[in-house]
């Protein structure tokens, strides 16, 4: 039940992170952007970067049980990951390589793919990140610029959106049994630079209602930093599966 559990809580934590990194380009051209079409334009823009490093915190609870945790990680353009962290007073990592994402089983040591392993819904929501940019103009219901802020000094247009409901779980659920899915509602904030126009910052609200887990739900911020930096090299182990 705890190694169940722990997939509930990757599957919240690898949809985010998937969409970040297709959820991100802005100098003030801002002025002649739409909140939505900026959305769009850094989606563009963080695929073009080479390397940059993320942090991870997030708090998760399924019923009445919750979980804060934190990761550390690095990113490889084009679809390279390396995600490190500790869940559950269990040591969790997890890479991506191409389309296959491989997890080690805390339990015995072992690298298996996702496809592989019991995780409940999470197999499938690592597959969409493709469909989840190619819809994105469409699951965007609602954007809005908030007020400036500073990341670390740098000057950041900061947008808020909520996708559509109904869009974002048929996109985030496909393959799964999504009937058993009540609701699926999410609330994202990017923090844009608006010099570079990367994304430095995303906190995403997510709360999943079905009738077999009850209540799924999630915070999570994720601060990207150390953009094109050489020394961000992602190494894979080489006992992973073929």
Known sequence: MK??????????????????????????????????????????KLKLVKAYRMKIEAVLSIKDVEQKLSFTGEVQNPNMMHLSGELMGMSIDIYQKDSNFFIKNPVNGKWVKTNDFTLGDMNDILKTPEKTIENLKDII???????????????????????????????????????????????????????????????????????????????????????????VVINFPPDLPK
Not at 8 to 27: A, P
Not at 161 to 183: C, Q, R, S, Y
């Open 141 to 231: 219901e609602k954007a809005e610029y908030l007020n400036d802020e500073q990341v670390k000094g740098v000057d950041c247009k900061v947008i808020k959106f909520i996708p559509n409901n109904g869009k974002i779980k048929e996109i985030l659920l496909e393959g799964t049994n999504a009937d058993d899915v009540d609701e699926v509602n999410a609330v994202y904030t990017l923090w844009i630079g608006k010099k570079d126009l990367l994304i430095y910052k995303m906190n995403v609200d997510i709360l999943i209602k079905d009738n077999t887990s009850g209540k799924r739900a999630m915070n999570m911020t994720v601060d990207l930093y150390d953009f094109n930096k050489k020394d």
């Open 3 to 44: 190694i169940r559990r722990i997939g509930l809580y990757l599957f919240l934590i690898l949809l985010t992170v998937v969409t970040v990194f297709y959820i991100s380009s802005c100098s003030d051209k801002f002025s002649n952007l739409s909140p939505k079409d900026s959305i769009i334009k850094a989606s563009e």
